[in-house]
Every structure is written in structure tokens, then in C-alpha cells.
């Protein structure tokens, strides 16, 4: 795929990043987050054989159904500041993220030969990611954004390596996120209860 046909995929990165600022139904951050994986999927199939990139997208919806298994009493989560002026500092944010990213990306596409597009994309998702960590306290949220920090990587990464073995155990890092991300969780609301 041409580098331009790219540009769409970034534009829907923007999009899912832009609604998991605004989503605070944990039903909405997990179909976000499905969507974010499609994407990550179909950039990842312009430099990988599609049996690669699908692991991409089963690891990833994967660590979604072990993160929607827990107890639905642990799933309820409101973002603590749901005020307009709290979304719209979280927007804000958002905003000056994806002016960071456009602005660095070239510079680091250019020194270390990986691709705009696929530069764009993976800095889009590591900046959205580290902003997440930075902006939510809960537990759930500082999982998702750590899960969204790590597709970026994944992204930039699957440029530089070309290895089965490398997409599995970044699948296997997913998962194991997911699983302590699912624990720590349960546990947490398991002690509130007792």
C-alpha cells in the first residue's frame, strides 16, 4: 500500500484517540479501543504479510475480552473530572499532543529512515498513550493507556523488525498487561468490598 493510502488510518487514529479522551463508559473505551486495534492492524499490513499483522489484532482484542471478563461491578468507571471544562482541558491537551507529533515526526522519520506515515501513526498513539497515563488516575485508564502507548511502539517497531517471534512476544507483553492490568483491578474492588 502507498504511503498516501496511509493518511485515512491516521485521520482514524486521530479519531479514536480524540473519543477515548471523551468516553468515560468503559462499553465505549472498549469498542474505542477494538477500532484502535483494526487500525493498528491495517497500518501494520502495509509493511507486514497479513499473517503477521492479524497478530497484531488478535493480541490486541484479546487483551480487550480479558479486560471486559472481570466482575461487571469492577467495569463501572466515571472519569473524575466529567465537567465541561475538565473534557475541555483533555481536549486541549489532545490538541497540543497531535501538534507536538506533526511537528517531531518528520524530523524523526527523517533520522531514522522509517516512514512518515508510519511514524505519524505510532507517535499519535505513544504521545496519546503517555497523555492518558498522565491526565487519568484510575486503574483502568492508566492500563488503557499504557495498552495504547504500547501499539504505538508496535507500530514504529514493526518498521525497524521483521520477526515472528518479535510480534509474539509483543503480543505475549499485551496479554500479560491485560491479565495483571484485569487482577490488580479485581483485587482492588475485591478489598473495597471486604
Sequence with gaps: MEGWLQYPLIGLLMLTSLALMAANEWRRVMAILAIQYLVVFAITLTVWPLGMAAIKLVGGWMSLAILAARPPETRDFQINSASRWGMAVRLLALGLVWLVVFSISPLLSEATFIPLPMMIAGMLLVWGGLLQLGIFRQAIRVIIGLLTLLAGFEIIYAVVEFSLLVAGLLAAVNLGLA????????????????
Excluded: N, R
Excluded at 484485569?182 to 471486604?194: K, N, R, V
Design 179 to 194: 491479565f495483571i492490568g484485569s487482577y490488580l483491578l479485581t483485587a482492588a474492588e475485591m478489598e473495597e468490598q471486604a
